[in-house]
């Protein structure tokens, strides 16, 4: 069946360091992925978003590429803050009338200062 | 104007009694879901409406039932309730056509004593 894997938590870096948070993805047509962030004790926003191949999306200093080929989605940041400081989710739809997001296990990631 | 509003925002209970959470949105959305959330954070689909129509049911307990009494509403209703239901309860909500972008609530923590 569909499902999306992610990188296990929790990740730890320092205040301006590299971020890549790994995800790969298994579906049966053409999905589009997103990046959803969930801050401490607050509900899930949509981080980034792509819907075809190659596809590029960014926000907030993020990016991931939807790599077909690879079935990939990673996040990454060049260079984290502590208001980062989050539980990142990688998720993927279908087109259906139905959509159901179908999410990664989540990665906490946590910045020192 | 919150886009996505649940209602509570923490419910504690003992076993064994019926509660309810409701969940509202202001986007003129056609499509509602519920997810819950666990302990480890991990999130999954229970129900999804489209247009007051159950289109997704993932093999939750039928002591969990929705409902949706106009297209802007989708209630969670649960009776009897176990230790095992403590969770994040979170709404969304989609636009019409294609895999857009769900819109989530804030959650609402249910812990069941």
């Known amino acids: 069946g569909d499902s999306v894997t992610q990188m296990e938590g929790p990740v730890t870096l320092s205040e301006e360091a590299f971020l890549t948070i790994n995800c790969t993805y298994t579906?049966?047509?053409?999905?589009?992925l997103f990046w959803y962030v969930q801050y401490p004790g607050e509900g899930l926003q949509l981080l980034l978003k792509?819907?075809?191949?190659?596809d590029k999306g960014s926000n907030k200093g993020f990016e991931a590429t939807y790599r077909k080929e690879t079935t990939s989605f990673h996040l990454e940041k060049g260079s984290v803050q502590v208001s980062d400081s989050a539980v990142y989710f990688c998720?993927?739809?279908?087109?259906?009338?139905?959509?159901?997001?179908?999410f990664g296990s989540g990665t906490r990631l946590s910045i020192r200062p | 104007d919150t886009a996505v509003s649940q209602t509570p925002k923490y419910l504690v209970t003992q076993m064994g009694n019926d509660k309810s959470i409701k969940c509202e949105q202001n986007?003129?959305?056609?499509?509602m879901y519920w997810y819950k959330q666990d302990s480890k954070k991990f999130l999954k689909i229970m129900f999804s409406?489209?247009?007051?129509?159950?289109?997704i049911n993932e093999t939750v307990p039928n002591r969990f039932s929705p409902k949706s009494p106009d297209k802007a509403h989708l209630n969670l209703h649960i009776n009897s309730l176990e230790l095992g239901d403590s969770a994040v309860y979170f709404c969304?909500?989609?636009?019409?056509?294609?895999?857009?972008?769900?819109?989530f609530g804030p959650g609402t923590r249910l812990t069941v004593l």
């Open positions: 998720a993927l739809t279908l087109y259906s009338s139905a959509s159901k997001i179908i």
């Open positions: 792509a819907t075809k191949a190659d």
């Open positions: 986007l003129g959305h056609d499509t």
């Open positions: 579906a049966t047509g053409y999905p589009s």
């Open positions: 969304a909500s989609r636009g019409a056509g294609g895999p857009d972008t769900q819109y």
């Open positions: 409406y489209n247009n007051k129509e159950l289109i």
